[in-house]
């Protein structure tokens, strides 16, 4: 009994330990820099992916020190995918860290390549810092991930594309990624399940695959670890439907949380959402929006 429970727990934090991009390599292109198919962990965003490549390069022979790469698209695109693929393919010479705003003062900055995820979520203070530090002579590369349109820069009133200022936009070299087929999604959750160890039925890798495509990619490659831990559960050795099904029904995903939310509203404590909904003109004169009473950008309704 006593070495089942050992089984169980190292199993366990083995799944703990498997990263979200575990499962990149490198960013899976050819001599000439041509991405393949699938290659390395990497689909779909072949452009993308031979944009970082050719910035890879210039990383390699010195000549992008004090710029900034943008990688711009919209949830659940590949952008972070496409930054661990770059530093895979540096290799550990070329030493990537993961920073938060905070950390953007720290000494480590100087030290080291910096990726920078959520980068709208700097401040305009940040922004400032950033923009003085790669003035420096070892100013490092700095690849920063963004999943917003035009928007408000925090810590002001303006507005700018990604939220970021424009004098730093302007510095940046941005690449572009694009929304997955379906059936580039369902290459990425094969190579989950492999990753993790998962034997998944054919038939349930095709509702995961319609899980994903109606709700997001994160969410359906959340539930492959969970599917798996219920499989097991069950002592079997391949996820079916059943199990997907399960998961599905157990773990809201942001849609029907956010339904929820808008149908419960007044049951919650310390909602911030006035009753006050106001025609906006931006939204094409019909829309609607409710005005947040913390004093953020009011948000269009959904219908």
Partial sequence: MAETEKIEVRDVTRIERIGAHSHIRGLGLDDVLEARLVSQGMVGQKDARRAAGVVVQMVREGKIAGRCILLAGEPSTGKTAIAVGMAQALGTETPFTSMSGSEIYSLEMSKTEALIDEVHMLDIECFSFLNRALESDMAPVVVMATNRGITRIRGTNY?????????????????????????????????????????????????????????????????????????????????????????????????????????????????????????????????????????????????
């Fill in 159 to 303: 507005r700018s594309p990604h939220g970021i200022p424009i004098d730093l936009l302007d510095r940046m070299i941005i690449i572009r990624t694009v929304p997955y087929s379906e059936k580039e999604v369902k290459e990425i959750l094969k190579i989950r399940c492999e990753e993790e160890d998962c034997i998944m039925h054919p038939d349930a890798l095709t509702i995961l695959t319609r899980i994903a495509t109606d709700t997001s990619l994160r969410y359906a490659i959340q539930l492959i670890t969970t599917a798996n831990l219920v499989c097991r559960r069950r002592k079997a050795t391949e996820v079916n439907t059943e199990d997907v099904k399960k998961v599905y029904s157990l773990f809201l995903d942001e849609n029907r949380s956010s339904k929820i939310l808008k149908e419960y509203q007044d049951d919650y404590m310390f909602s911030e959402i006035s009753e006050e909904v106001e025609r906006d003109p931006a939204a094409g004169g019909g829309a609607k929006r409710r005005v947040e009473g913390g004093g953020g950008d009011a948000q269009p309704m959904e219908h």
